[in-house]
């Protein structure tokens, strides 16, 4: 997110080698941690959407959009750099996804397999469905 302009917290080379940009290739957002078997299904019928994924942060549960920003130019520079949102002026190329592994998830669920087999492993709700072999949404 950090394009046009050297500040003490942005390392602008870092961004010009990250085609395109992570940061803005995707949105999340919190969820409630699943408690029950419906809980569960309905986290597996999101993920069963293209371009989808969730994830455990710190025990803390969200859902990951992977969808390009409108204002991520073509040349990989922000086309409201001035004046974008808070959330991209306090991302910092320090720790941010280029630099990360896997973000840093406690787990990354990338497909509706890799959900159900957590479930299978993790929880005593019985899922009879063996993996679907689908691909994952997103790399
Ligand atoms: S993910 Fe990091 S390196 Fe890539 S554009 Fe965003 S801030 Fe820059
Ligand atoms: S507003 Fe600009 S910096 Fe923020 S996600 Fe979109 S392209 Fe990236």
Not at 41 to 64: C, F
Not at 66 to 88: E, G, S, T, V
Not at 90 to 104: L, R, W
């Amino acid at each position: 997110m950090a394009k046009k302009t050297k500040s003490k917290r942005d390392d602008t080379s870092q961004c010009e080698k990250c085609l395109p940009a992570y940061c803005c290739n995707y949105f999340a957002f919190g969820i409630d941690e699943p408690e029950d078997r419906r809980d569960y299904e309905s986290l597996m019928w999101k993920i069963a959407h293209e371009n989808v994924s969730i994830y455990i942060y710190r025990k803390d549960w969200y859902i990951m959009i992977h969808n390009r920003c409108n204002f991520l130019m073509p040349d990989n520079k922000c086309a409201i750099y001035d004046h974008r949102p808070y959330m991209c002026r306090e991302h910092s190329t320090e720790s941010c996804e280029y630099t990360g592994d896997d973000y840093g998830f406690t787990e990354h669920f990338k497909s509706y397999d890799d959900l159900l087999i957590y479930v299978k492993e993790n929880t005593n709700f019985r899922f009879k469905q063996e993996p679907t072999g689908i691909p994952p949404n997103c790399l």
